[in-house]
């Protein structure tokens, strides 16, 4: 069982940054490639990131490119989403997500346990 909490969200101008953490319980977070999705009012949830269990590979969404990067410290037992050039559409409640063995995918449907979500938004 693996239970994963977020943080950092909050309420910024366009163009500002934020950061997000998820912290998981548990002695095994190597184990689980991690991802990072969010949903805005009235939409379906979407892919935003993911890493694989290895940190060896990263993958991200088109729409946020070159302005996210997402990073694992094992040793700490957290995943981050560092948000940078934020724009209104990036307005949502972002969730991690976590796949044992994973290797990052971007279907919501393969990850297991789901934390319970941050809120970002962003003002114009």
């Known amino acids: 069982q693996v239970q994963l909490l977020e943080s950092g969200g909050g309420l910024v101008q366009a163009g500002d940054s934020l950061r997000l953490s998820c912290a998981a319980s548990g002695r095994t977070f190597s184990r689980y490639a991690m991802g990072w999705f969010r949903q805005a009012p009235g939409k379906e949830r979407e892919f935003v990131s993911a890493?694989?269990?290895?940190?060896?590979?990263?993958y991200y969404a088109d729409s946020v490119k070159g302005r996210f990067t997402i990073s694992r410290d094992n040793a700490k037992n957290t995943v981050y989403l560092q948000m940078n050039s934020l724009k209104p559409e990036d307005t949502a409640v972002y969730f991690c997500a976590a796949e044992l063995w994973g290797s990052g995918s971007s279907l919501p449907n393969v990850y297991t346990y789901w934390g319970q979500g941050t809120q970002v938004t962003v003002s114009s």
């Open positions: 890493i694989r269990w290895s940190g060896a590979n990263t």
